[in-house]
């Protein structure tokens, strides 16, 4: 990871609105999560993480988008993909979709009264929308292929893996109000598109390696990355976890070269002033921040664990996997820093 994490001054106040969020919606009645496995995961503390510069009540709303998210995944991890219930996933994928459409409507579940919610606090712009709905049609596609018992390809894996994390949406949402300064054609630019999909897989594909023992075939999932490579390579798990690693790293370097060498030449090629050349550059630097703040929070959070214990950790003070060299030292008011790199 050669970016540096940082922490958002409003941690505490995130951390203690989104949970509180959570247990009015009823995320927290023990049927699906319970509160000791919500403050393992420590959910509240990502997008303080993620997004470090934002304010607080774009916090506040994207914290509980990414809750109701991870909320949803275990839907479908616990209730289709294990029981490879294609059925039920679709008329699950269909009641979210109505939601979508009409927010006030009367909601029966907990995912459903919680969309509903999120929906009605800040409406989806069309391009969120279309991405939220190929995320659901990901997830339907994960189902199908457990469903059957197939592996799929690497090439469609990854491409589908993009969406079941809503890699587009993030990086939206990482980017705020940059986002609206930057000429369309020049994030449709292949090169810009590059850097969104290195950026999806550096996260999806680190996730599939830190999550095999979770949410791998042991538990009767066999969507995840390392089991792909496994299966079409014919090998074993360790030497399918090296190549997702390495897989993993090389995007990271792509992106990486890609933010110190391309930015110059497209803001040239686009002919960006000034201010459109400050919106470029904080665009990515907020999508930095997300792979460093989301590498961080992986390595802290007891999601991954095959058996979480109830346990709550501060941010403030680095420990567990990976963190033994790691140093947080203060960077101004609530902010921190590493001060040694952690590869990933």
Not at 45 to 71: E, K, N, R
Not at 194 to 206: C, E, G, N, P, R
Request: some cysteine; proline content about 5%; overall charge negative.
């Amino acid at each position: 990871m050669p970016f540096s994490a940082r922490l958002s001054p409003h941690v505490d106040r995130v951390r203690q609105h989104t949970k509180t969020w959570a247990r009015d919606m009823g995320m927290l009645d023990g049927l699906l999560w319970t509160e000791a496995y919500y403050d393992q995961s420590d959910f509240g503390s990502f997008t303080p993480l993620a997004h470090p510069a934002l304010g607080l009540d774009a916090l506040v709303q994207i914290s509980d988008m990414h809750v109701w998210a991870w909320y949803v995944a275990d839907i479908f991890y616990d209730g289709y993909f294990r029981t490879r219930d294609l059925a039920g996933a679709k008329a699950f994928v269909a009641r979210m979709r109505s939601v979508m459409d009409d927010p006030a409507q009367p909601t029966w579940t907990v995912a459903e009264r919680a969309l509903a919610d999120l929906l009605t606090r800040a409406p989806l712009s069309a391009r969120d929308e279309a991405s939220l709905v190929e995320y659901f049609d990901a997830l339907l596609w994960e189902v199908h292929c457990n469903a059957q018992n197939r592996v799929p390809d690497p090439v469609d894996f990854v491409e589908m893996r993009r969406r079941t994390i809503a890699a587009d949406m993030s990086a939206r949402l990482a980017a705020g109000r940059h986002l609206d300064e930057l000429p369309a054609e020049l994030m449709a630019n292949s090169t810009m598109q590059a850097m969104v999909d290195a950026f999806a897989d550096i996260t999806s594909l680190k996730a599939d390696v830190v999550g095999y023992d979770r949410f791998g075939p042991d538990t009767g999932i066999i969507t995840n990355a390392v089991e792909v490579v496994r299966t079409f390579f014919d090998c074993e798990v360790q030497q399918a976890v090296n190549m997702v690693a390495d897989l993993v790293n090389a995007r990271m370097r792509q992106f990486a070269t890609s933010a110190a060498e391309d930015l110059p030449y497209l803001a040239d090629q686009y002919r960006l002033d000034a201010g459109q050349r400050e919106a470029l550059k904080a665009y990515v630097e907020a999508l930095k921040a997300w792979l460093a703040g989301e590498l961080l929070w992986t390595q802290r959070t007891g999601r991954y664990q095959p058996y979480p214990t109830p346990s709550v950790a501060s941010f403030h003070r680095p420990s567990g996997l990976g963190t033994r060299s790691l140093s947080i030292q203060p960077q101004g008011r609530g902010q921190v820093t590493p001060t040694k790199s952690v590869s990933a």
